[in-house]
């Protein structure tokens, strides 16, 4: 019987392991496309989450309201002309992306309104009108707690289409391309602080009831 020659046992272990290679690199290439992939996408979340935050921060010291009580457009523009600023080189695309700004004034009793007042979209100002506030009435009634102070809030919201850079097929087959990134940021509105009634104006409080009501209460 031939025995094999040394020389021989090498060739083989070489053919074997190019075999192996060969079979495993294109799964090693797709993973490491994805994470690439993955790397772009997450770098411009992390731009799209500082932008809103950047907007919100800056006009939280801002009033959404004119001296007659309506919306103030320029504090809206203003804060969505903010997070563009912010977000370059990010461009958002008028006819895919949008920002969406809303103000809240929370009562204490765990009620809120919304501004601008809801419309078609569900309210909020929108930059293009193409996305609506994934905030809900229902979704902002749930996380609401009665007794809490009054307070107001300013939620910036930003939907953007991200565009796969390598756009590579077997990627696609598992994200989808374009993706749709979303980041939003609330922050403290104290001009949308609801104002309560001097209590004087209030139904039943004439100025002879509170002189009552004082006097029987220091007489307790």
Same mark, same amino acid.
């Given at each position: 019987?031939r ?7 090498k ?6 392991? @190019?075999?192996e ?9 797709m993973?490491l496309?994805?994470? !690439? $992939?993955?790397?772009? @996408? ?5 731009s799209l ?7 919100a921060?800056?006009?939280? !010291?801002f009033?959404?309201?004119? /001296?007659d009580g309506?919306d +103030? ?7 969505? *002309? $903010?997070l563009?600023? *912010?977000?370059?080189?990010l461009k958002?695309? $008028?006819? /895919?992306?949008?920002v !969406?700004?809303? !103000?809240?004034?929370?009562s204490? +009793?765990g =009620? ?7 419309g078609g979209?569900?309210?909020?100002w929108h930059?293009r009108?193409?996305?609506?506030s994934r905030? =809900? +009435?229902?979704? @902002?009634?749930?996380?609401?707690? /009665? ?5 107001? #809030?300013?939620?910036? $919201? ?11 097929p077997w990627? =696609? /087959?598992?994200?989808? +391309?374009?993706t =749709?990134?979303?980041a939003?940021?609330? @922050?403290?509105?104290?001009a #949308? ?15 002879a ?8 209460g220091?007489?307790k």
């Amino acid at each position: 019987m031939r025995k094999t020659l040394p020389f021989e046992r090498k060739r083989r272990k070489l053919g074997q392991s @190019m075999v192996e290679f060969a079979i495993f690199l294109p799964i090693l290439l797709m993973l490491l496309t994805g994470v !690439v $992939e993955f790397g772009f @996408m997450l770098n411009q979340y992390v731009s799209l989450v500082h932008g809103t935050r950047q907007a919100a921060r800056y006009y939280s !010291v801002f009033t959404p309201f004119n /001296a007659d009580g309506s919306d +103030n457009p320029d504090f809206y523009n203003g804060a969505i *002309s $903010e997070l563009q600023n *912010s977000i370059l080189p990010l461009k958002l695309d $008028e006819n /895919a992306d949008d920002v !969406v700004i809303t !103000v809240f004034s929370i009562s204490d +009793n765990g =009620t809120f309104e919304r501004f601008p007042k809801p419309g078609g979209m569900g309210g909020g100002w929108h930059w293009r009108n193409n996305d609506a506030s994934r905030f =809900t +009435n229902e979704m @902002m009634q749930s996380r609401l707690t /009665a007794g809490a102070p009054p307070t107001g #809030a300013l939620l910036v $919201e930003v939907f953007y289409d991200y565009h796969h850079l390598l756009d590579l097929p077997w990627l =696609t /087959a598992f994200v989808p +391309n374009p993706t =749709t990134l979303y980041a939003y940021t609330f @922050m403290p509105l104290s001009a #949308a602080e609801p104002t309560p009634a001097p209590a004087s104006i209030l139904p039943g409080n004439s100025p002879a009831n509170f002189l009552l009501s004082f006097d029987l209460g220091g007489a307790k």
